[in-house]
């Protein structure tokens, strides 16, 4: 094009360690070498990534063999699914920065696909080497024909249309029993309506049966290894790359000539694929497939890890799912859940109050402040101490005189429930030693609603808590856990 | 042509289009002010459909109403659209204030967990069952037994008739607050640059409240006007219509009051023929096909102006 003229090439700039990287901010940039680590962080920091994948993969390989228990395998297969899940939402929104709500509709689209194609809803039982293809295949192709018409759509408008699409297939599913076409002909059974599709086959790879949890535990966990390494080798290259400046500059990447629209098409494809690829291993345990398994409580769980980890880190995938799926089986034991309630409830405080002498006061108000209470009611109204805390031993017994259980304690707990959000509002707004000393009643009311509303619906309550996680990580660190912290250039 | 099940689902269109009317515009001025999509907003709806419902036990229950009806209806909309309006300059406060300048993914996420809080929190609190108004027996069904006849056999009742009123009212004036108060005037100064608005000397974050709190309360409203005229409430009612109203406001052009309103009435016609004519489940179907053909035929909604996008 230039004729076969020469060009010098651009010699390199000598003040090239100090440019800001493309698209974030100097100071941001600059953030590594304001940082001081400790010995043993320099070391870490120079091992590779890939590293601390394999280590994970191997201690979590190991982790069947370690337990008998079939429920800690199951719970395992779960955390696998969802950090699955959240890899392909980390393409769309870590990497891209589109903000996709109607992901889960492509999870639950492969799973009705991979039902469809391996159960005797229609008489199909192909083998799953060959229906993995076209499951992964018609999601990315569906992902492809969702960002169609949304592409030209800037961040709010492209979260609205995914999110309707999301209800939309819902609404689909679950009225799929009977689809005519235009009303013209008779309605046609599809997807089984609420009824879902039963008796799906198990995995068959190739004359390979998979049909114990263990056995699906390590299926998903080889498909995990190779998603990982996949996403991983794509996160390096030019695509990569050109996502992450669309995600900080969209604009600017146009200018760039980058193919805006064409890289927003892949991404969507990418994750739909990986979300479709994790539904026929969900299919395939659960051996039937319901809509409502696809709806926006597992979009906010999803969306909770990706979150929490740090959108954009493929570590933070692995460590969200493990804090938000583990610590949400462990809270289905109450008597855990007191402990763990309790343990963070310390820790926090121990992080957040300064000076120890504040510490020492608080904790030792809220202490006194229980047994003071717990004395003044039980003889004023002896019905408030009928019940007991969910754990044993001497501590709990010790528990049991300072903390309030009355007979009806559910009604009551859920009304100090409210209270106690007014409460930690209030307190937000209070300083100084008015805060501290208002403190105290807070915290004891904290344990009060947990002992006696909480901690008996454990479904709720993590719901709940899915929702504060997202509220309070937003507020106080954006970029989650493992996350790098940018700044958005207006 | 049947024209009975015409008009019916004409005024069953307008009646649920004036309550999506107010919910987006609630929806409708917080993005044009702070362009956050409010996801939460459908939560404060059921939060002051649920305050209505409150009232109705307080005063003795649907069937033995130991008030006025008139007085109880006054007093309904009062304290929903305060409960609201409290509510919503709340979630402002605590969740979204801190994050004015953070990424735009941030409160979106944020608006997300509120809503999923407030909806699982209210679940806990009130119950997961279906609670009726069952304002077809206040005093004997005064509210749907009076009305009038319209052509074609189709009658009225008074519920109705308040419902598109009160939305009327409601929408009146709020226009003319935003046209012709001091406040008005800074809210629509801080909708069009609020960096701008900010260096003229408006207080920015005293017109963001006012905003929140106008929006909320409209909300509140309609959420007992939703009770008044359909019966039901429970506590995930907010997401689906949070979302028909949304679309709403991009259907008629988001920022645009106006707008917002023809939106509102383009859903709920739409939604009342799709169930009247095809089927309940393709509601859902038509609405997105609509948000879709807009966006793609015409971007900015039916009313609003094609935004220049500044560099």
């Known amino acids: 094009m230039d004729g076969g003229r020469e060009i010098n090439p651009v010699p390199a700039r000598p003040d090239e360690a100090q440019v800001p990287k493309v698209g974030v901010d100097s100071w941001v940039a600059s953030h590594e070498g304001r940082v001081r680590m400790n010995r043993f962080q320099r070391e870490l920091a120079r091992v590779p990534r890939p590293a601390f994948y394999a280590a994970f993969a191997v201690g979590a390989a190991l982790v069947p063999a370690l337990t008998n228990d079939a429920y800690v395998v199951r719970v395992g297969f779960d955390t696998l699914l969802y950090m699955l899940l959240a890899l392909g939402l980390n393409i769309v929104v870590g990497y891209a920065g589109l903000l996709d709500l109607g992901y889960v509709a492509f999870y639950g689209f492969g799973a ?42 800037v961040g709010d408008y492209l979260a609205i249309v995914t999110l309707f699409f999301g209800q939309l297939f819902v609404t689909v599913y679950q009225n799929g029993n009977r689809i005519s076409f235009l009303g013209i002909t008779r309605g046609y059974d599809v997807t089984g309506g609420p009824n879902g599709i039963p008796d799906v086959d198990n995995w068959n790879l190739g004359g390979l049966k998979i049909g114990s949890v263990e056995g699906y535990y390590y299926a998903a966990l080889v498909v995990f290894v190779l998603v990982l390494a996949c ?20 604009l600017a990447a146009e200018m760039m000539g980058m193919p805006v629209n064409w890289l927003k098409l892949v991404a969507f494809g990418f994750g739909a694929a990986i979300a479709g690829l994790t539904g026929t291993l969900f299919a395939a345990l659960n051996t039937a497939v319901f809509s409502a398994d696809f709806d926006v409580p597992t979009l906010i769980i999803v969306y909770s890890i990706l979150i929490l980890g740090g959108a954009g880190s493929l570590g933070g995938v692995i460590l969200g799912a493990l804090v938000v799926n583990v610590s949400l089986e462990v809270l ?119 002992d006696n509303s909480l901690v008996v619906e454990p479904s709720i309550t993590r719901l709940i808590l899915i929702g504060v996680i997202l509220i309070v990580l937003m507020n106080a660190r954006p970029q989650g856990l493992l996350g790098t912290s940018r700044v958005e250039i207006v | 042509m049947n024209w009975n099940l015409f008009v019916t689902e004409l005024v069953a269109g307008i009646t649920h289009g004036s309550v999506y009317a107010l919910i987006a515009l609630g929806y409708s001025m917080v993005y044009g002010i702070l362009k956050l999509l409010n996801f939460a907003h459908g939560d404060v709806y059921m ?88 304002s077809f027996s206040w005093k004997n069904g005064e509210l749907w037994s009076k009305g009038f006849m319209l052509p074609a056999q189709v009658h009225v009742g008074i519920a109705q008739v308040i419902v598109v009123a009160g939305a009327i009212i409601l929408m009146i004036l709020l226009t003319l607050f935003v046209q012709r108060t001091q406040t008005g005037k800074a809210m629509r100064a801080t909708s069009f640059d609020r960096e701008a608005a900010a260096m003229m ?66 859903i709920g016609l739409a939604e009342s023929f799709a169930t009247g004519y095809l089927s309940s489940t393709f509601q859902e179907a038509i609405v997105f096909a609509i948000l879709i053909a807009v966006l793609i035929v015409r971007p900015s909604g039916v009313l609003g102006r094609a935004a220049v996008q500044k560099v």
């Open chain 1, 332 to 450: 289905r034991t109450p008597g855990h859940a007191t402990w763990i309630f309790y343990i963070i409830l310390l820790a926090t405080l121990l992080v957040k109050l300064r000076p120890w002498r504040v510490l020492v006061a608080v904790l030792g108000g809220t202490i006194a402040f229980g047994f003071a209470a717990h004395t003044i009611f039980a003889s004023a109204w002896p019905r408030s101490v009928h019940g007991a805390s969910n754990i044993g031993g001497w501590l709990g017994r010790g528990f049991d005189s300072w903390s309030l259980h009355p007979s009806n304690g559910h009604t009551i707990g859920n009304v100090a429930f409210i209270l106690l959000i007014l409460a930690v509002l209030g307190l937000t707004l209070l300083s100084g030693w008015w805060r501290w000393i208002a403190m105290i009643p807070t915290l004891y009311l904290a344990a009060f609603v947990w």
């Open chain 2, 201 to 266: 000397g408006i207080d920015v974050d005293r017109v963001i409240v006012v905003t929140f709190f106008l929006g909320s309360a409209l909300a509140g409203a309609a959420g007992v006007f939703n009770g008044i005229a359909y019966q039901q409430v429970w506590p995930y009612m907010g997401f689906q219509a949070g979302l028909f109203a949304f679309i709403a406001a991009v259907v008629g052009g988001i920022g645009n009051l106006p707008g917002s309103v023809l939106g509102g009435l383009i």
């Open chain 2, 47 to 134: 939060v002051g459909a649920f305050i209505g419902y409150g009232l109705i036990t307080v005063f003795g229950g649907a069937e033995a109403l130991s008030i006025n009806i008139a007085l109880l209806l006054v007093l309904m909309f009062v304290s929903a659209m305060l409960g609201g309006g409290l509510l919503g300059v709340m979630i402002e406060r605590f969740a979204y204030r801190r994050l004015r300048n953070a990424p735009r993914i941030a409160p979106l996420i944020t608006a997300l967990g509120v809503s999923f809080f407030l909806e699982n929190a209210a679940q806990l609190v009130l119950g997961a069952q279906f609670q009726s108004y069952n």
């Open chain 1, 112 to 153: 009705y696909s991979y039902a469809m194609l391996a159960s005797p809803k229609f008489g199909l039982h192909w083998d799953t080497l060959a229906v993995i293809p076209v499951v992964v295949v018609a999601t990315a192709l569906l992902g492809f024909l969702v960002a169609l018409p949304s592409r030209r759509l």
């Open chain 1, 231 to 250: 996403v991983y080798l794509v996160d390096t290259s030019r695509t990569g790359r050109a996502w992450k400046s669309l995600r900080e500059d969209p």
